[in-house]
């Protein structure tokens, strides 16, 4: 498939990333995101290089066989991959499964762990790069490192043959041991290298509250010492200065990268996703009904079996992403939420608020309690479907023989067995207790900073509380017994998603609620909140909210997401639907055929570099 004209001429693509066919962070949606938009520009020029784990890239990878590589000989990536090969490294090559089908090689890191110690004391004497001895993600990636130096090389060299350049993108730190290593061996591949967030600059927001007021002050060797991450810091910086282009995701991280990296970016390259268009609005609008009853079928088992509300006057709201309760604005959300409990009980408004809380922690087992709630609803159900059936056929069978035109007591349609089995359902169903507001058994629930506030906030599901929590410290997935379907899926049943993050790169959950047509609420903070107040006017009127964080008070902030919560929940139905059409409408511009051409600049800028 040949590339058009448009993209840069005479050159192959490689991207090297740690989470290629290997999911462990933002980057993979990135990367996986980007394939499509990056393949129907460049076509066979591209390829990705990742680290490989067989119980990751099982499910993604597709090797190509021997007879399949045999007919390769004229691709340059398939002589590069036999050329390792034969210097017996074990490489894989095949195609990634995802939309687009890339071409893909990963590499496993553990067969260079025998030169590790080499490897590293190079490190050290070339780069000025310290080691450590007991951390294995190090170890994986000084590895790797090597590996893809390897692999460059010798690509470099067969593209050279065919008078084509070679053009490699590193992402983040755990690939970017590569880059200094192939400045020195003067290497004749243009290199780009991208941070997503600056390590010691996550660690750095997790740990201070005025952590963009110290930015400039930072002494970064010594917090690098102070957090343990001296090495991976080092090799990030060695990244960001070897390469011939240095980019970032949004103009936050530029200042980051200024301060902490000592390199000012020459390119940001904003991040998309694939958008879905559809032919027609009602068909999204379909699909946020369709899955707005899956979530009401868990709210009815984690609520009514203690007190029942109105679910057509019920407002669903969600907050997602990697526990950083400080960094992803849990802790700003928590409390705007317990304030806007208090409004909406002073104010007498009617309907109920309940609040999604989706992140990973470490847990031992799912509520008892939970669980046997949404079993017995499922009995409740089975029940009335039940009853329902054997109405449903006397009632016909007395309309169509009786003499009279009044609808007959309906109780006596029914048999005492399933009477009494309604009634035992409904009792043994049927609690006192308040609904819990976490759906597991955590590890450490004690030093929960979640839990901790809402026990500090009793906001605690209290039948009086006009705003509930639920909070699932697991992803939300098919195989749930809880929720039973796919985070989009979720996504789209949900009202809001509530993202005012106090450190966020760029922030791919308001982007993914924007895609699916959820209206969302992020932060001049994040660097999609910054995209959008850049680039989207009326972005408010669009379904996407920014909450002010810089320069402002804790309190100012919580304040003023309380304000757009309230104008959210006090919109009537029809107002919701038009929001929900303009979110949709606006989607488009976040999609990789739009943003691609920032990767593309950059490209440009490389090839013009040596």
């Avoid at 996986?32 to 076509?43: D, L, M, Q």
């Avoid at 203690?306 to 907050?319: G, M, P, R």
Wanted: aromatic share 12%.
């Amino acid at each position: 498939m040949p590339a058009p004209e448009a993209v840069v001429p005479g050159a192959l693509l490689v991207e090297v990333a740690w989470e290629v066919c290997n999911q462990v962070g933002g980057i993979y949606t990135v990367i996986r995101s980007k394939v499509p938009a990056t393949v129907e520009g460049w076509g066979d020029r591209y390829c990705l290089v990742g680290p490989y784990f067989p119980q990751t890239a099982q499910a993604e990878f597709e090797p190509l066989s021997d007879t399949q590589m045999a007919a390769a000989y004229a691709d340059p990536v398939a002589r590069a991959v036999k050329k390792l090969r034969q210097q017996g490294l074990d490489v894989c090559y095949g195609h990634w499964l995802v939309t687009g089908k890339p071409r893909v090689v990963l590499l496993s890191p553990y067969q260079a762990y025998p030169q590790l110690n080499q490897l590293k004391s190079d490190l050290w004497e070339q780069h000025g790069i310290p080691s450590q001895d007991n951390d294995d993600l190090l170890h994986q990636v000084t590895a790797f490192g090597h590996l893809a130096k390897l692999f460059v090389q010798a690509l470099e060299a067969e593209l050279a043959e065919a008078n084509l350049q070679l053009l490699a993108h590193f992402h983040e730190w755990m690939v970017g041991s590569a880059i200094p290593a192939l400045r020195r061996e003067q290497t004749k591949a243009h290199l780009v290298f991208t941070t997503h967030a600056t390590l010691l600059g996550r660690y750095l927001a997790m740990n201070d509250p005025n952590f963009y007021d110290h930015l400039l002050y930072v002494d970064w060797e010594r917090e690098a010492r102070h957090f343990n991450i001296e090495t991976a810091v080092r090799m990030e910086r060695a990244a960001a200065h070897g390469a011939h282009v240095f980019t970032t995701v949004s103009e936050l991280t530029v200042r980051e990268c200024i301060y902490l990296l000592d390199r000012i970016p020459d390119a940001v390259l904003p991040n998309g996703l694939n958008i879905e268009r559809f032919v027609a609005l009602h068909e999204f609008q379909n699909l946020h009904q369709q899955y707005k009853q899956r979530i009401q079928e868990f709210v009815m088992a984690h609520f009514f079996q203690s007190y029942s509300f109105d679910l057509d006057k019920t407002l669903y709201l969600f907050t997602s992403g990697r526990y950083e309760y400080h960094n992803k604005g849990f802790d700003l959300t928590l409390e705007a939420l317990a304030r806007l409990n208090y409004r909406i009980q002073q104010s007498g408004l009617e309907g109920q608020v309940v609040l999604f809380i989706i992140t990973k922690r470490p847990y031992h087992s799912i509520n008892a309690d939970v669980l046997q709630s949404r079993a017995m609803l499922d009995e409740v159900q089975d029940t009335c479907r039940a009853i329902e059936q054997q109405v449903g056929e006397r009632l016909f069978y007395q309309a169509a023989s009786s003499t009279e035109y009044q609808l007959p007591n309906l109780s006596d349609l029914v048999d005492d067995y399933w009477k009494l089995r309604y009634r035992r359902t409904l009792q043994s169903w049927k609690t006192s207790r308040l609904p819990p507001v976490i759906t597991h058994n955590l590890v450490d629930d004690h030093n929960d900073e979640i839990l901790d506030f809402l026990r500090r906030a009793n906001l605690v599901n209290n039948r009086h509380d006009r705003v509930k929590v639920v909070y699932h410290p697991d992803f939300v997935s098919p195989t749930s017994p809880l929720f039973g379907m796919e985070y989009g899926q979720f996504v789209r049943g949900c009202h809001l998603g509530v993202f005012p993050s106090y450190y966020e790169p760029w922030g791919y959950t308001p982007l993914e609620c924007v895609a699916r047509g959820v209206p969302a609420i992020t932060s001049d903070l994040s660097g999609f909140g910054d995209y959008v107040q850049q680039h989207v006017p009326e972005h408010e009127q669009k379904g996407i909210f920014v909450v002010r964080r810089k320069e402002r008070s804790f309190d100012e902030a919580a304040d003023e997401l309380c304000d757009m919560l309230w104008r959210f929940v006090i919109q009537n139905r029809r107002e919701r639907i038009t929001q929900r059409n303009q979110v949709e409408s606006s989607s488009e511009q976040f999609d990789w055929h739009q943003l691609r051409q920032y990767y593309d600049r950059a490209y440009a800028l490389a090839m013009e570099r040596e």
